[in-house]
């Protein structure tokens, strides 16, 4: 089973999960209004819930912030490339490598919230689905398609075969993301923090965009690039 921490991303796997959660751990706590409307909305949804002692919960979670609630759920599933429904208004995410938890989560969140089609990763040097993960993305991950692929490069050659629209973030490109054409199938490459899109990824992509920037700095980080890129997107199929 699967352990997911903390009161929106508990919340979130009982409405994606209910009754197919294994158990829902909340704290025995008094003056605890929001732990106490959480154990009835479990119950309501089918879910066994189990009262217990924040050390029980301390240890459970190995560390991470759970306040006063856990869930046991599911592993989540992890969708096939070949299998991914694709059409004109595909939005897919595709991320590079990407190391930090807490970036990936947050990637996550922005990608549902903005109803992108998928998120691609690559398996090998790229943060693993863990409950930092989970957390980061505020629950957001319970209604993710995820896809994890073998080598990135092939897959952004069968989006591409599929007739999305390969964009990659790179802050040297010469155009800016409002001055490419989003509005139909779109793959969007966001690089790794630090060192961002690898050579033979940037070779993969359609064209490369960068973000149009004002102030002083020449990047952002990968979260907020990602979320903006997301927001441009939709605002030119709007």
Not at 19 to 27: F, M, P, W
Not at 41 to 67: C, F, N
């Amino acid at each position: 089973m699967r352990i997911v921490c903390g009161l929106q991303p508990v919340r979130e796997a009982i409405r994606a999960h209910a009754a197919s959660l294994d158990r829902v751990l909340v704290e025995a706590a008094k003056d605890a209004p929001q732990l106490e409307a959480l154990a009835r909305y479990a119950t309501d949804q089918g879910a066994k819930v189990e009262r217990v002692t924040r050390g029980d919960l301390d240890r459970l979670s190995k560390g991470a912030r759970h306040q006063g609630a856990l869930a046991l759920a599911p592993e989540l599933r992890l969708q096939e490339l070949a299998d991914l429904t694709l059409d004109e208004k595909s939005l897919i995410v595709v991320l590079d490598e990407l190391q930090d938890p807490q970036n990936f989560g947050a990637i996550i969140r922005s990608a549902v919230a903005m109803g992108a089609t998928a998120i691609v990763w690559p398996e090998h040097r790229s943060a693993p689905l863990t409950p930092a993960t989970f957390r980061a993305s505020a629950g957001a991950v319970e209604h993710a398609t995820l896809c994890r692929v073998g080598a990135l490069s092939s897959a952004l050659a069968t989006l591409s075969a599929a007739g999305l629209t390969i964009v990659g973030l790179d802050m040297g490109a010469d155009k800016t993301l409002d001055q490419i054409d989003l509005s139909g199938p779109v793959a969007l490459v966001v690089g790794a923090e630090g060192k961002g899109l690898r050579k033979p990824i940037k070779a993969s992509c359609t064209t490369l965009a960068r973000l149009p920037m004002a102030g002083p700095l020449g990047s952002l980080n990968a979260s907020v690039a990602t979320a903006i890129g997301l927001y441009e997107t939709l605002r030119q199929r709007a």
